[in-house]
């Protein structure tokens, strides 16, 4: 064991890194792979926070077993239920029959309904404190981040949280798992793309708990997922709490949906008219092409987005859809929005571009752009001026 693996005098972290994985929760890409943080106490008492997922967990249990010198543990603590974090709790149980499970009262229907498990639990509520010996753990139950159950534990005498998701990260760790010693802008997109693909749909939840935690003295941030924050640990609370409030960074994404390339003209052309504004971040994505999940993250990372898609029987070209609907689902706010619709004979993808725009609390930016057969340079025209409009606003500022 690293000693670098140490957060504190008596703790350390356990963790695993998946670089087998491809998707996460089987649809997520993974190809920087993804660690699952676990964290160990070694008190009076033994302490065990979160666990990982089942097909790691004998590289696992070896870590653990080399700091404990045998000690069996006496308290697992389950910030969070999701198979991630919770797979390895049988296996805990068989070798420590005397451990005590901790979480709240929401953990439990999920130990039995995966495990079995309903013995040996220790129900706590927010604010209940645990003395494990010359350290005292405090529990802060925070629900809806992003599953009912999830809370985070508190090392009152470290200023640690043991935050579970919130604050992760995809990307497994290259060698440290520490903020000041990796590089840093390598986990810039990754954390977005695990806030916004993860956790963005309850991001007024995820926004509220994290204000709450500002009377806490934090030195040091220790997420389930992604490095340990200890150098600058408000560095990922500020960028945490930005992410759930739908700030934005100046720039725009233009996605399309094309089957023969006659959107990808229009979509250009739009693209074309941000940089006439003055925009210089500028992604523009084939959604055939490219994950929704980067394009999900994109559009949570920028001021302004534009949506051109062909149609498909009467409806939004399919991984358009998908995507309309997956920004749907997490209630995309504040972001200033163009679209473009195109069809040959049938209609229907500006109407569901339309339906999205009514769905979400967005800023439509007009005139939305609608053309049948090859792009007229009429709508060619209209498409450049769409994007310098989008761009425009985006330079005005304010997004809300
Ligand atoms: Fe990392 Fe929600 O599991």
């Known amino acids: 064991m690293s000693y670098s ?9 356990v963790g695993v890194n998946d670089r087998e994985t491809e998707l996460f929760e089987n649809l997520w890409p993974l190809p920087n792979g993804i660690s699952y943080n676990s964290y160990l106490l070694v008190d009076e008492k033994v302490v065990l926070v979160d666990t990982v997922k089942i097909d790691y967990q004998e590289d696992y249990l070896e870590k653990i077993m080399e700091l404990t010198n045998d000690r069996p543990i006496d308290y697992l603590i389950i910030n ?86 919130v604050f992760g990260s995809f990307g497994a760790i290259k060698g440290s798992i520490f903020d ?8 810039e997109d990754e ?5 916004s693909n993860i956790v963005g749909k309850y991001s007024p939840i995820a926004a509220k708990h994290i204000k709450s935690l500002s009377d806490l003295e934090i030195d040091i941030v220790a997420t389930t997922h992604g490095p340990v924050w200890r ?47 003055g925009i210089k971040e500028v992604k523009l994505y084939d959604a055939s092409k490219t994950d929704k999940s980067y394009l999900i993250s994109d559009i949570w990372k920028y001021k302004g987005a534009i949506l051109a898609s062909c149609s498909y029987n009467n409806e939004l070209f399919p991984p358009m859809l ?72 985006i330079k005005g500022g304010k997004t809300n």
């Open 231 to 277: 150098n600058n640990p408000q560095y990922i609370i500020d960028k945490y709490l930005s992410m759930s409030t739908f700030n934005a960074e100046e720039g725009a994404v233009v996605v399309y949906g094309t089957m023969y390339g006659n959107t990808k003209k229009i979509a250009e052309e739009a693209a074309a008219g941000l940089s006439a504004a």
């Open 322 to 393: 998908s995507l309309v609907e997956a920004l749907e689902n997490r209630g995309i706010q504040k972001r200033y929005f163009g679209f473009i619709g195109t069809y040959s004979w049938s209609g229907g993808a500006l109407k569901r571009l339309e339906q999205f725009a009514d769905n979400c609390n967005i800023n439509l930016v007009e005139p939305k752009v609608e053309n049948q057969y090859a792009p007229t340079n009429k709508n060619l025209k209209k498409a450049f001026n769409l994007g310098k409009k989008v761009g425009e606003k």
């Open 180 to 187: 000041d010693e990796i590089d840093l802008e390598f986990y």
């Open 5 to 13: 693996n140490k957060l504190s005098g008596n703790v350390y972290w």
């Open 191 to 195: 954390i977005m793309r695990y806030f």
């Open 80 to 165: 969070h239920m999701e198979p991630d974090h919770s797979g390895s709790i049988k296996e805990l149980l068989r070798l420590f029959p005397e451990m005590k499970i901790i979480g709240n009262s929401k953990t439990t229907g999920f130990l039995k309904g995966f495990y079995g498990i309903e013995d040996n639990i220790m129900e706590v509520t927010n604010n209940d404190t645990l003395d494990v010996g010359e350290k005292t753990l405090e529990f802060h139950i925070t629900p809806m981040v992003h599953w009912p159950e999830t809370m985070m534990t508190y090392l009152q005498e470290d200023n640690i949280i043991f935050s579970g998701d």
